[in-house]
């Protein structure tokens, strides 16, 4: 079974929120450096933020800041990704990864969710 499991997916008008969750059952979150990624249809994954295991946090897409933000919940061994103002552009499937420290690099890290889709609509 999946390690990270993403959810709170789905359709969402432009200007709308969302709020995804990364919660991992088999080992302790808080330890780990967790970040969300996001794949548009015909495009690489990218890198969106990431929140380190002492919560310093990072944006590696100008797009998204002022708009998203990343929180952990260690007693639900939970990572958080709030969107707000979404737009078109922001519609791709989300993935949450865990590893040691941040990084933009997909290949970096060593344990992924199965990722949750997010459709804003116009």
Not at 34 to 59: D, M
Not at 69 to 95: G, H
Request: a neutral charge; glycine letters at 8%.
């Amino acid at each position: 079974q999946v390690q990270l499991v993403e959810s709170g997916g789905g359709l969402v008008q432009t200007g709308g929120s969302l709020r995804l969750s990364c919660t991992n059952s088999a080992f302790t979150m808080e330890y780990y450096a967790t970040a969300w990624f996001r794949q548009a249809p015909g495009k690489e994954r990218e890198a969106v933020l990431c929140i380190s295991h002492q919560n310093k946090i990072t944006y590696y897409l100008d797009s998204v800041k002022g708009r998203f933000s990343i929180s952990r919940d260690s007693a639900k061994n939970t990572v958080y990704l709030e969107m707000k103002s979404l737009k078109p552009e922001d519609t791709a499937d989300y993935y949450c990864a865990a590893e040691s420290v941040c990084s933009y690099k997909s290949q970096d890290y060593g344990t992924w969710g199965q990722g949750t889709q997010v459709t804003v609509s116009s």
